[in-house]
């Protein structure tokens, strides 16, 4: 699918989709449940809607109220037979699935679709196997076949590469047949980690978390079904809240600037460029960020712990007077694509030149032209690309549009209304 878009200034407020990071989370942790969890908020994507797949695979009963669900689960009881798992495309998913699935006596194929099917998962076999699980890969991509049960044990893991294996583990572990302790060198994207911890947290779960190096877990607990809302997603209003930084003046409702999500980072690279940015708390404690044009600079950022906001900063860095340094282009090789080589590529097309170095990338900012682009089947290229072209001076067409939908399916109709100051 194509989109066009427009130079065009951007007015109005939209409303945060829920955090996809979060949502998947919360379903495997009410699948691990004997009983009955609510998730409140929850809007659907395709990475959330192959949660919940794999949670009704798994035996739980899912039902939808309006944008509540809710999750009936007797985890063990229910999964006496052989599974095969559907994760899609999330990396998330897949990584944080497989360890669940080692808990279980009998064999689990976990598959997935499209880009999912280049992405190692090499960095799940010897930790499980080292927990007493046995597993095969295809030649370190999927499908993985997993069989348990989880027996617990002390094991070393590199979080270098991505914190999903851990997050994985973390979920697992405290249904393991004995204690587990986790060894983990130089661990990227901690604020996720924290995510799965305050989480595990609300279900009754306990991990002690020694300065994100050693993590343990003490076997035979028990997930406690719950209620829990789903916190709005800061990755995806990332790109919006740069719409406003320019091309205009926007709003974005239902985020909490106390979130510890990763991609709240957001705020301080708008600041540190000169945007203007002011924050409303609601009575729910929520916040409603409005973001508009400043005069622009360049800026520095380290991304390492926040790499999915690489697509929207460089879209803000294209507006950017001077050259903008943005630090942890090492960790953008296995995502959707190659998000480093394919961010260069496709900006060029528009006229921003990016520079690669290493673990930095250098944006000049300058005058984005008119021109076909490529998503790559990527949704943050997508909505990067689409972002960028607010300040075009001709048509851009965005091809591969569609890829959206795996985090924001609601985008283009959001871009929709704030480019015609509903």
């Not at 194509?2 to 945060?16: D, F, H, L, P, Q």
């Not at 877990?217 to 916190?231: L, M, N, W």
């Not at 528009?350 to 900012?365: H, Q, T």
Request: a neutral charge; glycine letters at 8%.
């Amino acid at each position: 699918m194509k989109k066009s878009v427009k130079s065009s200034a951007v007015n109005g407020t939209i409303v945060a989709p829920a955090s996809k990071s979060v949502a998947q989370r919360a379903i495997v942790a009410a699948v691990l449940c004997q009983g009955t969890s609510t998730l409140r908020n929850l809007s659907l994507c395709n990475d959330t809607s192959a949660a919940l797949g794999v949670a009704r695979t798994l035996g739980a009963i899912v039902e939808q109220h309006g944008n509540d669900y809710t999750i009936s689960s007797d985890f063990f009881a229910k999964n006496i037979a052989e599974k095969k798992l559907f994760c899609g495309e999330s990396g998330l998913l897949t990584r944080m699935i497989t360890p669940v699935a080692a808990l279980l006596s009998h064999y689990t194929e976990i598959n997935g679709h499209g880009s999912l099917l280049k992405r190692p998962v090499d960095m799940v076999e010897n930790p499980l196997r080292g927990l007493g699980a046995t597993i095969v890969t295809d030649r370190s991509l999927l499908p993985i076949t997993v069989k348990g049960p989880l027996k617990g044990g002390e094991i070393s893991i590199d979080g270098s590469i991505s914190s999903q294996l851990l997050t994985g583990l973390l979920m697992a572990l405290p249904l393991a047949q004995g204690n587990s302790t986790i060894h983990v060198s130089n661990l990227k994207s901690k604020p996720y980690i924290d995510i799965t911890i305050d989480l595990l947290k609300s279900f009754g779960v306990e991990i002690i978390n020694d300065s994100y190096e050693i993590f343990r877990i003490k076997g035979h607990q028990k997930f406690a079904p719950c209620t829990c809302s789903i916190e709005g997603d800061w990755s995806g209003a990332s790109c919006p809240l740069v719409a406003g930084a320019i091309a205009g003046n926007i709003t974005v409702e239902n985020l909490d600037e106390n979130s510890a999500q990763a991609d709240k980072e957001i705020l301080t690279v708008l600041e540190r460029a000169g945007a203007k940015i002011s924050a409303e708390r609601t009575k729910s404690s929520l916040s409603s960020i409005s973001v508009s044009k400043g005069n622009l600079q360049a800026f520095t950022f380290d991304a390492t712990h926040c790499p999915d906001l690489f697509p929207a900063i460089v879209a803000l860095a294209s507006q950017c007077n001077g050259i903008s340094q943005i630090y942890g282009a090492e960790r953008l090789t296995h995502k959707e694509s190659n998000r480093a080589l394919t961010l260069r590529q496709e900006f060029a097309t528009l006229g921003i030149k990016i520079d690669l170095s290493g673990n930095e990338m250098r944006v000049a900012g300058g005058q984005v032209t008119g021109g076909s682009v490529n998503a790559h089947n990527d949704h943050r290229i997508a909505m990067a690309l689409a972002t960028a072209a607010l300040c075009a001076n001709g048509e851009v067409i965005v091809d591969e549009a569609e890829s959206v939908d795996k985090s924001y399916s609601k985008f283009w109709d959001d871009l929709a209304v704030l480019t015609s100051g509903q």
